[in-house]
Nanobody, 118 residues
Framework: VQLQASGGGLVQAGGSLRLSCAAS????????IGWFRQAPGKERLFVAS????????DYTDSVKGRFTISRVNAENTVYLQMNSLKHEDTAVYYC????????????WGQGTLVTVSS
């Protein structure tokens, strides 16, 4: 599976951005897609995920109520709508795919930088 993340940019605090993750290749074997982020000098952390077929979602506590993950299966694309952005949301955001039967994310896209000015 190949993943292409896009949609990052510079936004003021309180603003919104929508990230996209376009998947190609063997998507039929994909269990779900996750978004992760890595702030400068920090480890990469989980943000949100969605299962490919059932659409079950999960979020880290710090983004609940502000971020929404969704998918359009016909487009093989997962979106991350980010509202009420805070300076601490500044990071490189990565999307990743988890194969059916695997417990970890085994395919990763390149990152897209989100910068939130305070």
């Amino acid at each position: 599976v190949q993943l292409q993340a896009s949609g990052g940019g510079l936004v003021q605090a309180g603003g919104s951005l929508r990230l996209s993750c376009a998947a190609s290749g063997r998507t039929a074997s994909t269990y779900g897609i996750g978004w992760f982020r890595q702030a400068p000098g920090k480890e990469r952390l989980f943000v949100a995920s969605i299962t490919w077929r059932g659409g079950k979602t999960d979020y880290t506590d710090s983004v609940k109520g502000r971020f929404t993950i969704s998918r359009v299966n016909a487009e093989n694309t997962v979106y991350l709508q980010m509202n009420s952005l805070k300076h601490e949301d500044t990071a490189v955001y990565y999307c990743a795919a988890r194969t059916i039967g695997w417990t970890s994310y085994d395919f990763w896209g390149q990152g897209t930088l989100v910068t939130v000015s305070s």
